[in-house]
């Protein structure tokens, strides 16, 4: 929540400095698939199973080739942890929020349709509704390509796949056990890949 606030800060600072801004504000619902991503921990393996996932796009475009975006992500699965260390395996409800900040490079190919990559920076939250594990936030980082169509002025479709990384130190635990951490090498053991689809709004005149 404090990340959320802190980009919405610093965004609103954005858009007050600029002179107009009027058709260069998109708001993006969304929502999609977030595929399961599995990792090795010590004796056995963990993974967060892929699900559905929802969230909102907020950008401003400063620049005719640049958009800053602001964005929310939510996907909400189940925690699972296999371990010959556990003295069951472990299976809990769980949500992962990522709140970001980035700017995507835009590729006009015409007036209703344009290409675009970015890359963005956040935090990643892991909670768990049921309580039975503590929750935990991490310093995120992701990138993302995609397209927009716009049916009207107004009104656009957009496509896109994106990649958003917590960074977690080597052998940092999460749910499975505070004493045994990942067996893996790797700053980033969980890699949420997406797919998503959303209608964008254009505000102001």
């Known amino acids: ?54 969230g909102l ?19 909400g699965t189940n925690a699972t942890a296999n371990s010959i260390y556990l003295i069951e395996n472990i299976v809990s409800r769980s949500q992962l929020h990522f709140v970001t900040f980035g700017f995507n490079r835009l590729i006009l190919i015409n007036d209703q349709l344009t290409f675009f990559s970015g890359l963005k920076m956040g935090s990643a939250t892991l909670s768990f509704p049921d309580e039975d594990f503590e929750g935990q936030s991490r310093f995120s980082v992701g990138i993302q390509a995609g397209m927009k169509y716009y049916i009207t002025d107004r009104i656009g479709l957009r496509s896109q796949a994106h990649l958003l990384l917590p960074v977690i130190s080597e052998g940092g635990s999460l749910w499975w056990n505070p004493n045994t951490g990942v067996g893996i090498s790797g700053w980033s053991p969980i890699l949420p890949f997406s797919l998503n689809f959303g209608m964008i709004l254009r505000l102001g005149m």
């Open 1 to 54: 929540m404090r990340a959320l606030l802190v980009s919405i800060f610093f965004f609103s600072i954005i858009l007050g400095s600029a002179p107009s801004w009027g058709q260069k504000l998109e708001l993006t619902p969304y929502t999609g698939y977030t595929f399961g991503s599995g990792f090795d921990i010590t004796g056995g393996r963990a993974k967060l199973e892929g699900n559905a996932n929802l």
């Open 57 to 75: 796009f907020l950008g401003y475009t400063p620049k005719r080739f640049t958009e800053l975006e602001l964005s929310y992500n939510f996907l």
